[in-house]
């Protein structure tokens, strides 16, 4: 009888032991739901350009010193506004044999300087940098603002850099609606010679509406030759440790829940 009550004891036990098991992986997974679909606290990025669509290739060299691509009809989901223009100028005087390689590749999902001589500017663009430029339907009208306590911003993602460079980020607002402002900041990107991430703040956009950006660059110029760089992808995310404190968070309501039952 005791044997059978003590067994019974265990088997309670253990069914509680599971239980436990199961309410806490119910509320791992609650809390992420919540998170990702819940606009206060945590919000999916928008793709300003991840480079998976549109290839290009361009060599500058002494007979070809400039180019400015604009590429059009891209995949929204990959470029923001499935426009994008790409320019890149040497500088004088350019010497023989000396040269530079822009490079999109789709297949790799990856944009690429490798210079072998001074530039004298880079720069991508998407969107209506002003009337002037053209037709109104190129304003993006992009709402980036995302709804989060957290801080938001560009992330751009480097895959390798041979030398620290700046890179000038300017987004403008209200282009089409004759209401036009803009902002422009620089972020340090290190050399590297594997992936990193660098944030650029909302704080760096103070007068632009960022629930309609119509115009975004990056770019940098003029630069030293030798800069190799490759860039991922720029997305406009909330801060991203947000990201790592969610998962210590799980982590720790993991352990509790560990604790409470030993
Ligand atoms: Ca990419
Ligand atoms: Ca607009």
Known sequence: MAKEGYGLYLQKGLEVRESFKRVTIVAVIAVVIL???????????????????????????????????????????AVIGGRRRVQAMLNYPVEELKQAIVTIDASTGIFQLDTDHDLEFYGLEWGLRSLSDGAAELALNANLWQ??????????????ASQ??????EVRSGVDE??????????????????????????????????????ISIGEGPMFAGLDITFDEIIWVPEPATLGLLLLGGLALLRNRKHTLS
Not at 54 to 72: F, H, I, K, R, W
Not at 147 to 153: A, L, S, V
Not at 199 to 205: G, S
């Open 178 to 215: 004759d209401a036009i402002e803009s902002d422009f900041g620089w972020v340090n990107l290190p050399a590297s010679p594997t992936s990193y991430s660098v944030f650029a703040d909302e704080f760096l956009f103070p007068d632009v509406d960022l629930t309609d950006v119509d115009y």
């Open 147 to 160: 709804d989060t306590k957290e801080e938001q911003g560009f992330l751009i993602r480097i895959l390798s």
């Open 164 to 169: 620290s460079t700046m890179v000038g980020i």
């Open 35 to 77: 998170q990702v679909t819940g606009s206060s606290a945590w919000a999916l990025p928008t793709v300003i350009d991840n480079f998976t669509d549109g290839d290009l290739s361009a060599t500058l060299d002494s007979t070809n010193t400039s180019m400015d691509e604009v590429q059009t009809g891209l995949d929204p989901a």
